[in-house]
């Protein structure tokens, strides 16, 4: 079946580092995949989403690009603030035909920046 | 822009006992969903409709029911809580296309005594 892999629960920052989240999926169908971000107490909101091969998508100072040769979709931002402390997921939605907008999540990563 | 509201924030229950969440959007979406979130665990989708009256089960549908009697609103029920139980149930809503974004409420809290 399909699957999203975040490999870290966990990523602890300083202030001003980069930033790097592990996003890998498999899948025998063609796909979106979409990065979601959830603050304290808040409910889950997309941050990026792509189909393309090898093209950077750009959203709120985070990009990713996707890697079908690799099946990764990482996400990045040149420079950790404190307000990106959150919960992220990696989603896959896939197309069967049968086109229900149905994600498999990942099961997330915890983003802690600290001055 | 819409907006998803989910009732109640928080809701505590007694073993054994049957619960009903319930969710309302006004997107005007075909598609919504109810997942459970465990820490650690991601998003686990219980139940999925593609449209009114419409049923579909997810990863985690045992001990669960959920009924879409209008396009607007989509309602879970834990049919007999279990003990210890602590999650969060986060509603979503989409058009009907794997293209197309989630959007989420804001989660009812839930914890069986």
Redesign the interface.
Known sequence: GDSVTQTE?LVTLTEGLPVMLNCTYQTAYST?L?WYVQHLN?????LL?S?TDNKRTEHQGFHATLHKSSSSFHLQKSSAQLSDSALY?CAL????GA?????T????TILRVHP | GGI?TQTPKFLIGQEGQKLTLKCQQNFNHD?M?WYRQDS??????IY?S?TENDL?KGDLSEGYDASREKKSSFSLTVTSAQKNEMAVF?CAS??????????????TRLTVL
Do not use: C, D, M
Request: charge should be positive.
């Open positions: 629960g979106f979409f808040e409910a889950p909101k997309l989403k189909s997921y939605s896939v197309n069967t086109n229900t907008g149905k994600l999540f990942g099961h997330g | 998803i598609t969903y650690g665990k991601g998003l686990r989708l999925y593609i579909q986060l989409s058009w009907w296309a794997y293209s197309y974004e989630q959007y989420f409420g804001p989660g």
